[in-house]
Nanobody, 114 residues
């Protein structure tokens, strides 16, 4: 059973940076693509960024130029978040589509104070 675990969240002032990590376990296979989503209080979960098997990234308009998604060559992917804003606050979850189903991590809280 594949499991995803996020880390790197926390409390940061506006303008600061955080780097989130998502590590996949429970498989010896390489995870070739993944994504990051976030959910703010009282709002629906929204796409933040995805990375395709060829390494091509895709970003929500609200984070373009500030966030960067990347992955290593095995089972970890990252979200570098710079110039954070209070509206970036939320629970950030990683996901991946693996062997026919979608997997999600439990999420990590990111809080940006003004």
């Amino acid at each position: 059973q594949l499991q995803l675990v996020e880390s790197g969240g926390g409390l940061v002032q506006a303008g600061g940076s955080l780097r989130l990590s998502c590590v996949a376990s429970g498989t010896s296979a390489t995870i070739i693509s993944g994504g990051w989503y976030r959910q703010a209080p009282g709002k629906e979960r929204e796409l933040v960024a995805t990375i395709a098997p060829n390494g091509s990234p895709n970003y929500a308009d609200s984070v373009k130029g500030r966030f960067a998604i990347s992955k290593d060559n095995k089972k970890t992917w990252y979200l570098q978040m710079n110039s954070l804003k209070p509206e970036d606050t939320g629970v950030y979850s990683c996901n991946t589509f693996y062997r026919g189903r979608m997997y999600w991590g439990q999420g990590t809280q990111v809080t940006v104070s003004s």
